[in-house]
């Protein structure tokens, strides 16, 4: 089994930014896609991001285009999302998890974090 372990959620304001982590224990890091999910409270989780395994590609839920960035460094087993301009709406615990290759898609996705919770006041 693969732990993810994310990082650097927290409370911010409505148009602030933060960076998240996802540090992977995993050896073959490299060799797989990465995404990033939310969970609001009474919510399903959804979809933000996905990267593929050399970073080269990456895919964006509609609502976080142009302001979140999906990137990744595999020589230190992480990947991370850069979300800016935050929404109070956006408030949830993020995940992060892998996957073959990108995929928007809860079900492609094998092995998930535990999550870190962003909260984003008004």
């Known amino acids: 089994q693969v732990l993810l372990v994310e990082s650097g959620g927290g409370l911010v304001q409505a148009g602030d930014s933060l960076r998240l982590s996802c540090a992977a224990s995993?050896?073959?890091?490299?060799?797989?896609?990465m995404g990033w999910f939310r969970q609001a409270p009474g919510k399903e989780r959804e979809f933000v991001a996905t990267?593929?395994?050399?970073?080269?590609?990456?895919y964006y839920a509609d609502s976080v285009k142009g302001r979140f960035t999906i990137s990744r460094d595999n020589e230190k087993n992480t990947v991370y999302l850069q979300m800016n301009r935050l929404k109070p709406e956006e408030t949830a615990v993020y995940y992060c998890?892998?996957?073959?290759?990108?995929?928007?898609?809860?079900?492609?996705?094998?092995?998930w974090g535990q999550g870190t919770q962003v909260t984003v006041s008004s």
């Open positions: 998890a892998i996957t073959g290759s990108v995929a928007i898609m809860e079900s492609e996705y094998t092995y």
């Open positions: 995993t050896r073959f890091f490299s060799r797989y896609a």
């Open positions: 990267i593929s395994w050399n970073g080269g590609d990456a």
